[in-house]
């Protein structure tokens, strides 16, 4: 085997740091690397981390081509914003802490590497344009579904950033101008209800009304326990009642995809994240309700699809991104 | 004078259709001419008002000019889609009853010259861009506000419009996704609840519901007869009630807005449309409701403002479209 050139793709999230090393041109991923992200240590921590993996992810990848040495170019990092890109800062990171910490650079020193920085949203939805479910697309619209909802908009082979760096808070859609409080401050914002906490809230909320469903023995009558996760997996079970709480966030999903719709035209919006998990009975009520709300010849000219990179998306995401960074296009 | 090289801007509207002609470099507009669409006597009449109106504007301009020849080198044509940009045909459209219609072509055969073509809500904000209030911004979104709401995203000087030509349909966006039905299909429309058709229809529904006011008064107890236009009137009279429905008008147009500023992270949005009349009494509650509802740091970097070529926005537009489409830029 060829030694090629590599890129390191960290991916840090608010719950767990993902590190993989990917040939330039996007073919595979060596020495995949995971840990819990240790947020209540601080950033430092993290980037102690992130060091870490990385030196394990070229190790592996060097037992895996055969090799003593390998010809490593830089690393790409996803991480949570708002940041400012050019400076390689993280402006304020409500799920990490983080206030103005000079990521990039933190990372590159320890590493000993050239690096780059990225949203870890746009990484994702940038990784399934590069090498998943949107190769080839001209226009693609991601939705990152998670405890939170992040988004991306990737045009002509490249995110697009907007006026500084904010652009793609897809979550952040109100579509319920009078509804639900978020955090962020708005009402009714897309994540307050069709979010991985969301979908588990409205669950425990309908049996708590006194919703007729075997979820409660999924974890052991502790309705706190229940997440997104144990909703589909009732749902695959044949549970209705869990089978009616998706079907609700496809409900919630089209609104807001059908808004994206018509806004961008985009030829593909991808699905990435936890959710995904509920394939069909996610996948063609969401479909329906975008038929249903938005413009034919937008809704004709979009596939609806999951993503294709689970759990490495980000990773393959912020190796694209570096590439841009450094050269200009992926 | 220098005899510069020009293009005629058309703006075909379901109420007035609008032509100037405009020297390359956009300095400025001559021979505006306008008259009332021919909605009911089909496509034809149409490109029959539109042959008229370009002859007897570039007549006036050789007498503003002072001249007996004009070095015309084509038309620019702003039209409500949706449509097929390359092939210069309207596909389909509500408001003139169009369907599949090759309008680029046929103007261009009867006038004799190259023609390009696009969407009229695109062709005025790219107008604001190219010579307005947005002018020289990298990313701009705006929102143009009459019988409907139409809207336009300009990126690094250029239109964008998605992959099928239907991009921008930001009124068409629902803020209220169990609200009311649009005639679009989908529920809780932006245009729904501020369009001027919405604002007026609003003012109506509060006079009937017992609202004190002196609206009535303007429109000789003719309720029917309230447009928009008539409640800035009323407000710039100090009338409470009109005052009152502006504000809602903030209110509805700050939660899409909002929605806009999260999604693109834009530098400006520019509202256009006879709801600028309105003034401070509008933008001033409007900026306050995006910053209630939108992330801070994209707030920050956005301006909010009313267009600055009032009426001849879509004529400069579709010249600036016209030599995009012809030389690859503005």
Redesign the interface.
Known sequence: MTNPRLIVGVDIGGTKVVVGTVPEDGSTVFGLQQVPTRVADGADAVVGQVTRLVANSLEATKTTLGVKQLDVIGVGIGAPG?MDIARGMV??SPNLGWRDFPLRDRVSEEVGLPAALDNDANCAVFGEWWMGAARGA??VIGLTIGTGIGGGFV?GGDI???????????G???????GRRCK?????CLEAYASGTAIASRAIEGIEAGAETRLPAYVGDHLEAITAQVVYEAARDGDDYALEVIKDTA??LG?GV???V??????IVVILGGVTAAGDRLFAPLRAEVT????R??V???RIVPGELPGTAGVFGAVAAFKVQTTGSV
Chains 1, 2 share one sequence.
Do not use: V
Request: charged share 10%; with cysteine; aromatic share 12%.
């Open positions: 708002p402006l304020m001209h226009t045009l697009y950033h907007g006026a500084s760096d904010i652009a793609g808070e897809f952040h859609m109100s579509i319920d101008s009078t962020c401050g708005n009402y009714g409900h919630f609104a059908a808004n994206l018509n806004i961008f035209n985009p030829e249903r709300r938005a413009f010849p937008a004709q000219s979009c």
